[in-house]
């Protein structure tokens, strides 16, 4: 299925499609702006419009040339989509990645280009970056340059021993082959490397106004995206929630079933319930598959112990305080060992086990 067509950002469109026009459009870009407004799509649409071989006197893209199709459908070879994974061996080939990319490339496809937020363990690691930048070297397959989109981009961390993995990346945003484009994404800009900041022009996106929210929530399939969710049914509310940046309605049920994790794990351990419970708990963390979604709950747990240690030192209660900020220690241990390949529930129940000793 093709993707959903791009809402919004009329402004900064006609600005990117006057730069091609004018052929001043940098190599190295960064779109950065809120999360959930569409950047990634946004890039995905300059990198297809950029391919779109349509006649001289259409809007490019045309939608209708071969490259627009492919581009359309996630399936263009000359338009590579990069964003965080979970963690490969950093001696993954190639064709490995690709491989891990060309599934999460279909299932994003097939919803038409609808996807939650990664969660917290996912990153761009050093074997893509290393792919990446092969690809670069690369001559286009099928159109007359390529265009690399890079989401969520501050996720591309440093890692002892891909010095040269990331010099070359940074050799490549500086001075990209002539028939390159790169596109880099991120809600984040501080957190972006300072050695990736300074290569690439910005180009912020914002928040997208009523109306453009309202009619990317009223598409069928949008609205099928949110059909398991607890969210509200009224359009109307789902608009004021979304204050801007639909997609961050995508990633709120992963966001409340972390929340929910997190809180039967913290009653687990502060003894609340009945021991009964407390195996039910660890065992709705799931099993190794669900690992993104375990980081997500602890980082909400860590949140939330944040939160008691706060209301502790605010009543004066320096003993629950210390309790707190302990079992925050205990929390990130357990996040540290979940990027590993212990098993989130193996290391929920340690993990309870610990916190109540630390919260009682
Ligand atoms: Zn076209």
């Known amino acids: 299925m093709p993707l959903i067509p791009l809402v919004g950002h009329h402004a900064l ?74 963690r490969l061996e950093s001696d993954a080939s190639a064709s490995d990645v690709l491989d891990d990319l060309a599934e999460e490339l279909a299932a994003r496809a097939s919803a038409e280009g609808l996807y939650a937020p990664p969660s917290g363990t996912e990153g761009i690691y050093v074997a893509s970056v290393r792919t990446l930048v092969q690809l670069a070297s690369r001559t286009p397959a099928l159109a007359k340059r390529k265009v690399f989109v890079v989401g969520d981009a501050e996720r591309m961390v440093p890692q002892e021993g891909a010095e040269f993995a990331a010099n070359a990346f940074l050799k490549l945003l500086e001075e990209p082959p002539a028939d390159t484009a790169i596109i880099l994404t991120t809600s984040e800009p501080g957190a972006l490397l300072p050695t990736i900041r300074s290569r690439v022009v910005s180009v912020r996106v914002p928040l997208l106004p009523e109306r453009d929210v309202r009619e990317l929530i009223e598409m069928p399939k949008f609205a099928a995206a949110l059909d398991d969710t607890d969210l509200p049914r009224s359009v109307n509310e789902r608009v004021r929630l979304a204050a801007g940046a639909p997609g961050t309605l995508l990633g709120a049920q ?55 240690a706060r209301g502790a030192l605010g009543r004066g209660d320096a003993g629950a305080a210390l309790a707190a900020v302990r079992s ?26 610990e916190l109540s000793g630390r919260l009682s």
Do not use: Y
């Open 13 to 86: 469109r006609q600005q990117l499609t006057d730069a091609i026009a004018r052929d001043s459009l940098p190599a190295s870009l960064l779109l950065h702006g809120p999360r959930g407004v569409g950047k990634q799509r946004l890039a995905l649409w300059l990198g297809q419009t950029l391919l779109c071989t349509g006649p001289d006197n259409t809007a490019r893209p045309c939608g209708a040339c071969e490259n627009c199709r492919f581009a359309g459908l996630l399936a263009h070879p000359d338009l590579r989509w990069f964003f965080p994974r979970p």
């Open 254 to 308: 992963s966001r409340r079933e972390a929340m929910s994790t997190a809180a039967s794990l913290l009653q687990a351990a502060d003894g609340s319930v009945a021991p009964a419970d407390r195996v039910k708990a660890v065992m709705s963390v799931g099993n190794s598959r669900s690992r993104g979604l375990f980081t997500d709950a602890l980082d909400a747990l860590t949140t939330m112990l944040r939160e008691r």
């Open 328 to 353: 925050i220690d205990a929390v990130q241990e357990a996040r540290l060992r979940a990027n590993g390949n212990v098993s989130p529930q193996l290391l929920a129940s340690h993990l309870v086990r």
